[in-house]
């Protein structure tokens, strides 16, 4: 394998120090087949999968965000290995990029100790997206953040409303065209 | 409730639908506390994140810091070297210990035990005098940096850490036998915020609310980071899944992280406390001032920064509260593209709900003190 500097700069190689190599991220879904989670998804509907990469030990699966409940639903009844309990959800802006956002999952299975993180690509000009609230409820809160934040809509959340910032605010702060220091 | 109110730990509003005593409905509302750091970390160049976990929980600033340097060093490709990882499980494990001294305290002081908050509080000064020694902040420590420590824990450290070490266990037991026997406390707490290990699963808690339902699960254990994997421990579960199995499980790991503060003590590598890598890591005072080579770097990672290969990395940590994650994903630059930190106080307030409806009022004060919900870490 090629011996890569992390690109810390170019002009002196033995700078790198202690850094080791990081492995090219895979991104061949035949190689990536032993994973449980892309197993099962590929197995259910082959088409909801865009993509998927392993990258720092981590595997990110790009998901069709029509299918993104179904998809959640799947993992979590998976039979061996179940996603049943929801680590994180957030999300990505990308702009000035299209599309826009991406919207991240990550997964935990408690008793496989397995991790997979989920991604769907979501246009700037109306995110929208289904809430897995029915999937696990402790999506509640996160959808909340990243619609208030980002201003993300998720279908069929039970209380959709903004929950860091006050109800009247306006804009969403963790956009990237939302100025660090705030509108004056 | 709330969100001025002495038994929420902070500013915490509670919405609650009650029937006579009953609750009917409970709904927390957040926010008061929100700061932006996420936004804030956006404009900020990677090492100079450090100091800003720190303010997101002040009952672990360390755990913190770990877990942001953790992220980068896998974004980077980074190797510490081993005495700099065996500091970092020693520091860790002594935050656990202030963190679940500051929560007995107030938990047992909500419930009308004075005493307790009185003995911990004896002792975690102790700690903070230690985080002092070692950063020079009692509270913001920034000790971890990315690629290692700050400084060289000073002379005399490990020994005063080694004489609270031999002493702590009796003072466990001085609090257990205030508490843990007492008829009182047992009634306030038994059968009280009951969760089943599936609400628990699906409302997204984790740490000791997690694990006093019976759910056994301990990252530290399940996926070793910074060398766990070397320190024998066990992980205390519960099976009630009530206040009192979660005041149970904290208490002994009281006594397990105590038993991995020695462990590190009694093995505690030699060597560098730093990675050997000149572009990310500040070289030392000493080299500065003599070398031009060292010089040069130091000026550049101050006001250049040092870039990231493009990637993203969640990276959990087991904290006091439960799993603390951050997401970090860089663009390529010297400035994170997004960081998320994934509090655990902010999930385990979701199982709040499930824990005080249909119970009474006071038994609110009892269910929210044994999540131990921290509202810098659910605000950001």
Not at chain 1, 19 to 43: C, Y
Not at chain 2, 296 to 313: L, M, Q, R, S
Request: proline content about 6%; charged content about 25%; glycine content about 8%.
């Amino acid at each position: 394998m090629e011996k890569g500097r992390a690109g810390l700069g170019s002009d002196s190689p033995e700078a790198g120090g202690h850094l080791v190599r990081l492995a090219p991220p895979v991104t061949d879904l035949e190689t990536l087949k032993s994973h449980p989670a892309l197993a099962r998804l590929l197995d259910w509907n082959a088409s909801a999968v865009q993509a998927a990469k392993f990258d720092r030990d981590e595997l990110t699966i790009w998901v069709d965000k029509a299918l993104i409940r179904e998809v959640c639903a799947i993992l979590r009844d998976h039979t061996q290995c179940p996603f049943n309990y929801l680590a994180d959800l957030t999300c990505v802006d990308w702009h000035p990029l299209e599309p826009r956002f991406e919207v991240v999952y990550h997964l935990l299975s408690i008793p496989a100790k397995e991790r997979v993180r989920l991604k769907a690509r979501l246009d700037g000009s109306s995110p929208a997206l289904e809430s897995v609230t029915s999937v696990w409820p402790s999506a509640n809160f996160y959808e909340r953040e990243v619609f208030d934040l980002f201003g993300v809509r998720f279908t069929g959340h039970p209380n959709l409303k903004r929950i860091m910032m006050p109800d009247d605010w306006e804009g969403h702060p963790l956009r990237k065209d939302y100025p660090v220091e705030g509108y004056r | 409730m709330g969100p001025q109110h002495p038994s929420t730990h902070g500013v915490l509003r509670l919405v609650l639908e009650i029937d006579g005593e009953t609750i009917v409905r409970l709904r927390p509302e957040i926010g008061y506390l929100h700061t932006g750091i996420e936004k804030t970390c956006e404009a900020k160049f990677y090492q100079q994140v450090v100091p800003l976990t720190d303010r997101i929980d002040y009952l672990c600033p360390l755990t913190n810091n770990l877990t942001y340097c953790l992220a980068v060093e896998k974004l980077l490709g980074l190797e510490i070297p081993p005495k700099a990882q065996w500091m970092r499980v020693l520091m860790n494990e002594l935050t656990r210990i202030n963190s679940h001294l500051v929560w007995l305290g107030s938990h047992a002081m909500d419930l009308g035990a004075m005493t307790v908050f009185l003995y911990c509080f004896r002792e975690r000064e102790d700690i903070l005098r230690f985080f002092e020694m070692i950063s020079g902040q009692r509270m913001m420590t920034s000790y971890f940096r990315i690629g290692g420590l700050a400084l060289e824990p000073p002379l005399g450290f490990f020994e005063k850490v080694k004489n609270f070490a031999d002493r702590f266990p009796g003072n466990v037991d001085e609090y257990e036998g205030l508490l843990t026997g007492n008829p009182i406390f047992m009634m306030r707490t038994k059968g009280v915020g009951r969760i089943s290990a599936e609400d628990a699963i699906a409302l997204g808690a984790c740490g000791p609310t997690l694990r006093g339902s019976g759910v056994d699960i301990d990252l530290r254990r399940d996926a070793p980071y910074t060398g766990y994997e070397n320190f024998k421990f066990k992980v205390p579960l519960g099976a009630e899944g009530d206040v009192f199995a979660r005041y149970i499980c904290r208490v002994q790991e009281l006594r397990e992280s105590i038993g991995m503060v020695q462990q590190a003590l009694a093995g505690m590598p030699e060597g560098p406390i730093k990675a050997d890598a000149p572009k990310v890591v500040l070289p030392d005072r000493e080299k500065m001032k003599t070398q031009m080579e060292a010089l040069i770097y130091h000026f550049k990672i101050i006001t250049e920064g040092f870039t990231v290969p493009a990637g993203e990395v969640y990276q959990a940590v087991e904290s006091p509260r439960g799993e603390m994650g951050y997401y970090v994903v860089s663009d390529g630059t010297a400035k994170p593209y997004r960081v998320h930190m994934r509090g655990p106080s902010y999930a385990n307030l979701q199982a709040l709900s499930k824990m005080c409806e249909g119970s009474l009022i006071a038994d609110v004060v009892a269910a929210v003190g044994s999540i131990d919900v921290v509202l810098g870490d659910v605000d950001r």
